[in-house]
């Protein structure tokens, strides 16, 4: 979407919105929805900060991080959010009680950086936390919600990742909507992406406040990791859809830790799984193994799909596992996922994927990028390397 046409979208509804928002608690809560639903149809494609960076962040790498971003053609296909994470802020508040930017990491402040972001056609995303302080001890949001929600939108923020460290020992679910209310009075489109760890799982209740919500702690780039965050994601299938996403967290694709095979693995289980895709390395300096795993368009299709149906594990024979869902126009995703340390032969029968077992289907391999010589008819059966993967779409000729 043209970014300027797209603020003349959100402006329009954003009008219908507020004015909705005066009407009483039923129509405050229609505007949740609507403008939610406008935020998150599909889920969030972009990058963050902390998985490569950590604290170690400054206004250059934001922006030869979107410079990256537009001139290898990833923000073309889809990536558009440029996130900062924790440790952008002065330790103080100002006099105002307002958040301050680093005068050292960010010396320009956050609004001429979103006015670069923005002139690159993307967003720029922020961080901050239900409690008294991030969870690098910067100042939190908590008692806060209202002045800091305003200054997000005064800087031109698109996306607020908000987390749970040094929180008061209330329940989540009293203090995320706080945030959220306070975004939505601000009349300025924000993704609000909460980030509670899926202690209470908010699964089951922050579809009502929010566009994401993580499912588990952190993600670190290790195979364990990868597939642990993925299974517990994966409990949580039925509650995701257009407007609000399940959030098993960001890419660790091409921090150097894992494999090729168990990187590819990783970003296709977070494409079916309707994750948001929110890279966490270097784009600046990627090798092509890891562009060409990040840049996948038939991958991120999959993730991107209207129909936004979470895939899910369907069937598990010990470390070997089939993964899939269906897609728009009556076509299904598939993964076939060896978890084991040697190779192996996987089948995927058709009742178990949702099929008729008589449909006979077209079947294209997404990472060879073409389609089986024959047609399939009962079942797909693929040779699999250890911690390997083979994605493919199914499409019926008959059923």
């Not at 440790?87 to 950086?113: H, M, T, Y």
Request: proline letters at 4%; one cysteine or more.
């Amino acid at each position: 979407m043209d970014f300027q046409y797209g603020c003349f979208r959100y402006a329009v509804l954003l009008a219908f919105i507020c004015s909705a928002m005066t009407c009483g608690a039923e129509n405050r809560a229609l505007g949740r929805i609507l403008l939610q639903n406008a935020l998150a149809q599909t889920p969030p494609l972009g990058w963050n900060s902390w998985n490569h960076y950590g604290c170690n962040i400054n206004e250059n790498i934001i922006r030869e991080t979107t410079d990256a971003l537009v001139s290898n053609g990833l923000s073309n296909l889809g990536y558009t959010y440029v996130n900062i994470d924790d440790c952008w802020a002065e330790p103080n508040r100002d006099q105002n009680g307002r958040l301050v930017a680093s005068a050292s990491k960010f010396p320009s402040g956050i609004k001429a950086l979103a006015d670069y972001v923005h002139s690159k056609g993307l967003k720029l995303g922020i961080y901050s936390d239900a409690g008294y302080y991030t969870c690098q001890k910067q100042p939190g949001s908590l008692g806060h919600e209202q002045v800091d929600a305003d200054t997000f939108a005064y800087w031109g923020v698109d996306y607020l990742k908000y987390d749970n460290c040094y929180n008061d020992g209330s329940k989540p679910e009293s203090r995320y909507p706080k945030m959220h209310d306070a975004l939505l009075r601000t009349r300025r489109p924000i993704f609000y992406s909460l980030c509670e760890w899926g202690l209470d799982v908010p699964a089951t209740w922050a579809r009502q406040i929010g566009s994401s919500w993580r499912t588990t702690q952190d993600i670190e780039d290790k195979w364990e990791s990868i597939i642990s965050r993925a299974d517990q994601n994966n409990e949580y299938a039925s509650f995701a859809g257009p407007g609000g996403w399940n959030d098993p967290d960001m890419l660790e694709v091409g921090n150097g830790h894992m494999t090729a095979e168990e990187y590819g693995s990783h970003f296709s289980i977070w494409a079916l799984m309707k994750a948001p895709l929110l890279i966490g390395c270097d784009v600046t300096s990627m090798d092509n193994k890891t562009y060409e795993i990040l840049s996948n368009s038939e991958v991120i299709a999959v993730n991107q799909d209207p129909l936004g149906v979470q895939g899910k594990k369907v069937s598990k024979q010990g470390d070997l596992e089939i993964w899939a869902g269906p897609l728009s126009n009556n076509r299904v995703a598939v993964v076939l996922w060896n978890r084991s340390n040697s190779r192996a032969t996987i089948t995927a029968k058709w009742e178990d994927i949702g099929l008729n077992p008589s449909a006979v289907v077209r079947v294209r391999n997404l990472w060879r990028h073409r389609e089986l010589e024959a047609n399939h008819q009962g079942s797909l059966t693929a040779s699999v390397k250890p911690h390997g993967c083979r994605m493919y779409v199914l499409t019926s000729v008959s059923s």
